[in-house]
């Protein structure tokens, strides 16, 4: 089904580009673009991750592609500044990752510093730390590894058998909707579970695939690079009741802040989709002392005040899209329907 999902909305791209819209008809001041991993090509085939990433070598051809069609390259402050100002001639792109993956500063950095454009980084202030969970990778790992997988869910342990690529791809997408249903204190039993009986060590799986904060302060000290706050931990936080879901971000701001040495003004709600936050968050926002929170409900940035600053959208640019001129028509806008405003811009 979501195969299904995926061609159809790659149809209607097509659509929209033979249309000539994209360059004839742009809407709105610009668009942020969400990307999560910039890495070469892995071999195995079992990656249910695969479509969250693209290479160093497309990032650089995207980054191209956007200068020709005259794109201004902005960081989140400037972002802000537009969405409330009478429009501009020249419409913008501002490119943001999420998480402190070690494939940002190994892979992305030296294509992003080659082209001296500016990004923002989001970062989850447990990872640095090494005590972030990134439980998405120790379920990847068990189901590549086992062909028969078993666990608790809720009271009752659940039994799998999968010996195929398309079975432990369901598998994962099953496992993964579970998990992200939890709250974090049973998410975290639960990962920890099913990680012990297969011997996977997720402690040190996430310390690897994360930046420390040496590499962070190599980022932070370019002044190309905005840092941003994805909360402390990056759980959910439609499943946590409002205290807890606050406490995250004012400790994740307050953690960076003390790490960076600067004020930190920017969210990421993490996963940042529909299910993942509600509105009170979005208040929630405003009171921590953001400035501005970016989800990742696809859709493009209004000039004047009519797209909030603490709902911001972002288009995202990953493994499902390789196709320059599907970029193309997703910053111009017009595969997205104009969106009621949902409150002033500092609202």
């Known amino acids: 089904m979501a195969s299904d999902d995926r061609w159809l909305e790659r149809l209607r791209l097509e659509l929209a580009w033979f249309s000539g819209q994209p360059l004839l008809r742009s809407r709105g001041a610009g668009a942020i673009l969400h990307l999560q991993h910039v890495r070469p090509r892995r071999s195995g085939a079992f990656q249910p991750l695969r479509e969250h990433e693209v290479t160093p070598q497309f990032l650089d051809r995207a980054i191209r592609a956007l200068k020709r069609w005259n794109y201004d390259f902005l960081g989140m402050d400037e972002v802000c500044r537009r969405a409330v100002t009478l429009p501009e001639k020249r419409r913008f792109v501002a490119l943001t990752f999420d998480g402190a993956s070690k494939d940002l500063i190994s892979f992305a950095f030296p294509v992003l510093a080659r082209h001296a454009v500016p990004f923002t980084l989001y970062v989850p202030t447990a990872f640095p730390d090494g005590v972030g969970e990134a439980w998405w990778l120790g379920l990847e790992q068990v189901i590549a590894r086992e062909s028969r997988i078993s666990l608790m869910m809720g009271d009752k342990e659940q039994r799998f058998t999968v010996t195929g690529i398309a079975e432990k791809q369901a598998l994962f997408s099953h496992l993964e909707g579970w998990l992200r249903s ?151 806008g017009v595969a997205f329907a104009p969106v009621k405003p949902t409150g002033s811009a500092t609202s």
């Not at 002044?223 to 439609?238: C, D, E, H, M, Q």
């Not at 205290?243 to 971000?249: C, G, K, V």
């Not at 995202?316 to 599907?326: A, F």
């Open 182 to 332: 939890l709250s974090p204190a049973d998410l975290s039993v639960a990962i920890a579970d099913l990680c012990t009986r297969y011997r996977i060590d997720l402690a040190a799986l996430s310390r690897e695939a994360s930046m420390d904060w040496e590499d962070l302060a190599r980022l932070a000290a370019d002044p190309r690079v905005t840092i941003g706050s994805a909360t402390v931990n990056y759980p959910v936080l439609a499943n946590m009741k409002d205290p807890a879901a606050l406490r995250e971000m004012t400790m994740g701001k307050a953690v960076a802040e003390a790490s960076f040495r600067r004020e930190i003004r920017h969210l990421a709600f993490p996963f940042g989709d529909r299910a993942s936050f509600r509105r009170n968050h979005v208040v929630m926002a405003e009171e921590a002392g953001f400035v501005s929170a970016v989800s990742t409900i696809p859709g493009i940035v209004d000039s004047e005040g009519r797209t909030n600053l603490r709902a911001l959208p972002r288009i995202s640019w990953d493994g499902r899209v390789r196709s320059l001129r599907m970029l193309r028509v997703l910053v111009s």
